[in-house]
Structure formats: C-alpha cells, structure tokens
C-alpha cells in the first residue's frame, strides 16, 4: 500500500472535521429521530455557527499541515482533475438528493397515507434540517471521492 | 484519468529513461512542474498525463517524445 501523501492527509482531516460538525449539528437539531421545532433565530444562530466551524476547521488544517513540513500544498493537474472528479460526483449527490426530496414532496400529496418516513418541507426546521444535511452530505460525498481518487492512483516506488 | 480509458492505453518508458539519467522522481517532477506523486502515478500508468505535461516530461529527460510515451491499442 503506497503512502500517504500531504494532500490525502489533509483531504482525510477535512473529512473527519466535516463529519464532527455535522454530528453537532444532529444533535442541536434532533432529538431522537425527531427534528427539534425551533424558533428561527435559533436557527440562524446554528447556521452561522456551523458556517463559522467549517471555515475556521478549513483554515486550520491547511495553516497546520503548512506549518509541519513549512510548504503549501502545490496542486498539479492530477490534483486538479481529482477536484474535478470529486466535485462532478458532489454535483451528482446533490441533485440526486434534492430531486428525492422533490419526489417525497410531490409523493405525499398523492398518497397522503403511506407508511413511508414523512418530510415535512412546510416545517422551516425540517427544510431548514434536510438543506443543509444535503450540503453536508455532498462535501461528504467530495472528501471520499478526493481520498478513494488519490488511493486509485497511487502506487509504491523505489526511487 | 488513469492509464488506460476505453480501449487501449498510454504507456511510457519513463522509469528507464530516468534512472538512466540519474534523476529523482522528485528531481524529475519539480523540473516538468509536477507533484512527485503525479510522476508516481504516471509512470505506473495509473494516471495518463495531459498532452503538455507528456511533452514538457519527455524535454526533461531530452528523449524523442515517442521513446517515452507510446500508445497500445489493443
């Protein structure tokens, strides 16, 4: 198995900071399987916060993996066809995702009784809960993309 | 992406050349303006260069662009 490069390590730690403020997230806005009914200057608090959180996570680990071995990370067209790649399949989730709740929407009016999980897109909470679990899951869905990319592509050498 | 994309696929002669002019795959990637890791993948043929970045690695290991990179249909 090849080594780990720079850029998989911090792809590696965005993920799993990406993946800690989700969880927050979760749990300032569920309780159980239940989305929390929240006033919406709540909500506006934890979507500042969670942007906050993200952006300083970012910051930090590009500051602290410059500041191990004293170099930025110099992204080559490989890198950038990785992003590409990583960013097409985000795009992709993301579609994917908004078009299922589309359906569920559009399901619920016609059958009104079904034992289906119900969404309540009318809930801002709910709206509020589902969007931004979207965006998380497509950066999710980037990170992985980025780390299996590079672990596709590496290989051992002896020089 | 990779080495080989449909039918066919580019391979090189790159690791041979390279040592042959006593460089590193460190040495060879900061003269063709790439990572290491990029000259790692290309030489295992897991990841097929942009035509630039061929001609440019081809210049610096001073072979014929066709001694270094050749495609092979099947």
Partial sequence: MAAVTRTEWQALASLLALVA???????????????????????????????AFSAFAEI???S???AID????VKDERDLAIDARANQNER??????????????LMEEVFAG??????????????????????FGGEIVKRLSTLWLYRLQSALSDA | ??????????????RVLRSARGLTQQALADAAGATRQ?????????????????????????????????????
């Fill in chain 2, 38 to 74: 990029t000259i790692i993948a290309v030489e295992a043929g897991k990841y097929a260069p942009s035509l630039e970045l061929a001609f440019r690695i081809a210049k610096v290991l001073e072979a014929p662009f066709e001694q270094v990179f050749a495609f092979r249909g099947e």
């Fill in chain 2, 1 to 14: 992406m990779t080495g080989s994309r449909g039918k066919g696929r580019v391979v090189n002669d790159i």
């Fill in chain 1, 64 to 66: 602290l993996g410059a």
């Fill in chain 1, 92 to 105: 992709i989730f993301i579609i994917v995702a908004v078009n299922v709740l589309i359906w569920q929407a």
């Fill in chain 1, 60 to 62: 930090l680990i590009a």
């Fill in chain 1, 21 to 51: 403020i989700f969880a927050w997230f979760q749990m300032r806005m569920m309780d159980g399987w239940t989305i929390v009914d929240q006033p919406a200057a709540k909500l506006f608090g934890i979507y500042i916060v969670v942007i």
């Fill in chain 1, 114 to 135: 079904h034992a289906l999980p119900k969404i309540d897109l009318t809930s801002l909470p709910e709206l509020f809960f589902f969007l931004f679990a979207i965006l």
């Fill in chain 1, 70 to 73: 004293g170099k930025r990370v």
